[in-house]
């Protein structure tokens, strides 16, 4: 008469082995002594997997994690975009944040910096504002780069109804507004003396830009805060390459009155 088996021995299955080893024996079949053979057949099922097999697990957990990061973004901008249209729930408010949006679009920025350059009477204000300008300049290239690499598309809520946009601007990620808004904001906070109430507004006209990009139904909502942390970050190389007479005389003297 057969033995009763254990419970562990039937989770086990007829090969007496855990489940998870017959998994892994048949991602990487190796030779008879291969190291994963080995610890299939011997008693040490705690042993640490081999790299091999812990590079082909590791994709499929990161890709489980990314795909529904992914979901969750779209659920979430979907749900957050509620002036994406006149006939959203906060479509009344969809006039405002068109407003917004032209506050944080590069042809403002752009056109007030080299207005400024112009005005300017100090070497001071000019250095600043020629920094800006190259700030504005590398952003707007950074972000057509990843945006012309990602290609990611907007949300299909959106109406594509922008202010003066180029060609990669069919593309979401990451917002090109929130980048700037980012990059702006830390600028002015180092470079200009302000008072504190100047510069509280300041920040929430950087987050409020952000924001109205997902509620306009323009992006998700990775796309706003990858842009922020790219402009946060672009500013620091802004700083480090930072223009000055004494770096790029030829520069200054294209100002000078
Ligand atoms: C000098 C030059 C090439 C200026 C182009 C200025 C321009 C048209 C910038 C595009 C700004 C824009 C619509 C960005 C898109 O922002 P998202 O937040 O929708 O990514």
Known sequence: ?????????????????????????????GPPDSPSRRKESGSSAAAPLPEEDCMKLNPSFLGIALSSLLAI?????????????????WGSARPL???????????????????GLYQSDSLAAREVLLNLLFALLLDLVLVAVVKGLVRRRRPTHNKMDMFVTISVDKYSFPSGHATRAALVCRFVLHHLVLA????????????????SRVMLGRHNVTDVLCGLLLGYALYSVVEYCWLSPLRTPALFALWSH
Do not use: N
């Open 97 to 115: 944040m068109k407003v917004i949006e032209v506050s944080g679009h590069g042809i403002p920025w752009l056109l007030g910096t080299i207005y």
């Open 1 to 29: 008469m057969p033995s009763p088996r254990s419970s562990r021995e039937r989770r086990a299955g007829s090969s007496g082995r855990p489940e998870f080893l017959s998994l892994v024996s048949q991602r990487s079949p």
């Open 196 to 211: 504190v109430p100047l510069r509280v507004l300041i920040v929430l006209w950087a987050l409020i830009v952000g924001v």
């Open 73 to 89: 973004d779209l659920w979430a901008s979907k749900r957050l975009g509620v002036c994406a249209g006149e006939g959203s729930a």
